[in-house]
């Protein structure tokens, strides 16, 4: 598609219950980030796929947090259990394999609510 | 700790005067600086951005200067436009690795 598309762009839920988020890059973009902004933050990075390598999980703040990248393109980033300070607008975004850091296409993000 | 920091939650100008933008940093590695334009419901888009090597870089009302001994760098937009309203986050990378750490941001109010 032209640009990154996410979904769902809103989420409720229920703490304790499992969400699954999902991010399609841009066609062709070989690299795939996820962030996160909690209310009055920054942008939190999560974890960073390029291509065949193994993902730079870094970012992850617990081991509720997981995230996979289906056949080089679609991604899913998973909470389980989760718990309000999970509430965030969650971010994705991709980048062509030779482009620089300008090269970033963020999605409209999907804002996470637990109650 | 935050490697990126944008200590002004806000800032408001008139139109057509200059707003500038404030952004410091802490860690050495950053070499390749760079700034996001963030509106509602919408994800940050580029800006502009400057490498280390330079300590100007301007692209046409926009212009970011590059203090490297002070790990500062600031954001020049003149003349400010209503439409320039919008959260900007400052944003830092190392060469050998393109993950982008973000400031918090800075809520950029042009008054008409």
């Known amino acids: 598609g032209a640009g990154v598309s996410q979904s769902p762009s809103n989420k409720v839920t229920e703490k304790g219950k499992d969400v699954e988020l999902r991010c399609d890059p841009i066609?062709?973009?070989?690299?795939l980030y996820w962030y996160r902004q909690s209310l009055g933050q920054g942008l939190e990075f999560l974890i960073y796929?390029?291509?065949?390598?193994?993902?730079?999980k870094s970012g992850l703040p617990s081991d509720r947090f997981s995230a996979e990248r289906t056949g080089g393109s679609v991604s899913t980033l998973t909470i389980q259990r989760t718990q309000q300070e999970d509430s965030a607008v969650y971010l994705c975004?991709?980048?062509?394999?030779?482009?620089?850091?300008?090269?970033?296409?963020f999605g409209s993000g999907t804002r996470l609510t637990v109650v | 700790d935050q490697q990126v920091k944008q200590n002004s939650p806000s800032l408001s100008v008139q139109e057509g005067r200059i707003s500038i933008l404030n952004c410091d940093y802490t860690?050495?590695?950053?070499?390749?600086f760079l700034w996001y334009k963030k509106y509602p419901a919408e994800g940050p888009t580029f800006l502009i951005s400057?490498?280390?090597?330079?300590d100007k870089n301007e692209d046409g009302r926009f212009t970011v200067f590059l203090n490297k001994s002070a790990k500062h760098l600031s954001l020049h937009i003149v003349p400010s436009q209503p439409g320039d309203s919008a959260v900007y986050f400052c944003?830092?990378?190392?060469?050998?690795?393109?993950?982008?750490?973000f400031g918090k941001g800075i809520t950029l109010s042009v008054r008409p």
């Open positions: 975004a991709s980048r062509r394999a030779t482009g620089g850091a300008e090269g970033y296409t």
């Open positions: 066609s062709g973009h070989t690299a």
């Open positions: 796929f390029q291509g065949n390598s193994a993902p730079d």
């Open positions: 860690n050495s590695m950053f070499d390749y």
């Open positions: 400057i490498s280390s090597i330079k």
């Open positions: 944003a830092a990378s190392a060469l050998a690795n393109s993950k982008l750490t």
